[in-house]
C-alpha cells in the first residue's frame, strides 16, 4: 500500500480502499478520464478570479473581500496543497488592513470543472472558517 491519502481522511474506509486499490493498479487517471472527458476553459487568473468571485458572490455575499485569486506553479499538490488561503493583516498608518489571497495550484488549469470548483470552494470556506485539519 501506498503513503496515506492525505486529502480523503474524512471519507469512509470503504471509498478510500477503492481509491487505493485504484491507486495501485494504476487505473485512476483512466477512470477520471472517463468520468471528466474535458477540462474546463478557466486557463488564466483573469478567468479564475471572475469565476471565485461569481462563487463567492452567490454564497458568501458578506464576506471579506479577495485581494488576488491566481494560479501558482509553485504550489505542490502533493507535498503541500491543492490550494491555498492567506489571510494577512497590516497596520497602515492607524488604520487596520487586511487582505484574503487565494492560489490555486496551476496544475488545475487543465483540470475538470468539477476539480477546480471543489478546491475554489474549499478556499472560499476560509473565509468564514480560517484554520482547519484533515483528521
Not at 491519502?5 to 487505493?20: D, F, G, N, R, V
Not at 495501485?24 to 477520471?32: A, C, I, T, V
Not at 492560489?103 to 470543472?113: D, N, Q, V, W, Y
Amino acid at each position: 500500500m501506498s503513503a496515506p491519502l492525505k486529502y480523503l481522511t474524512a471519507y469512509s474506509p470503504e471509498i478510500k480502499a477503492q481509491i487505493q486499490q485504484m491507486l495501485d493498479k494504476k487505473s485512476l487517471g483512466d477512470f477520471l478520464l472517463k468520468k471528466y472527458p474535458a477540462p474546463h476553459t478557466i486557463n488564466n487568473d483573469k478567468s479564475l478570479r471572475s469565476y471565485t468571485i461569481d462563487i463567492k458572490n452567490r454564497y458568501l455575499k458578506k464576506s471579506e473581500p479577495l485581494s488576488k485569486i491566481k494560479y501558482d506553479d509553485k504550489i505542490h499538490i502533493i507535498n503541500n496543497a491543492l490550494g491555498l488561503h492567506s489571510y494577512v493583516s497590516r497596520v497602515q498608518g492607524n488604520k487596520l488592513k487586511s487582505k484574503n489571497e487565494i492560489r490555486i495550484g496551476a496544475l488545475f488549469k487543465k483540470s475538470p470543472e468539477p476539480f477546480l470548483n471543489m478546491i475554489v470552494v474549499h478556499e472560499l470556506a476560509h473565509l468564514k472558517e480560517k484554520d482547519h485539519n484533515y483528521s
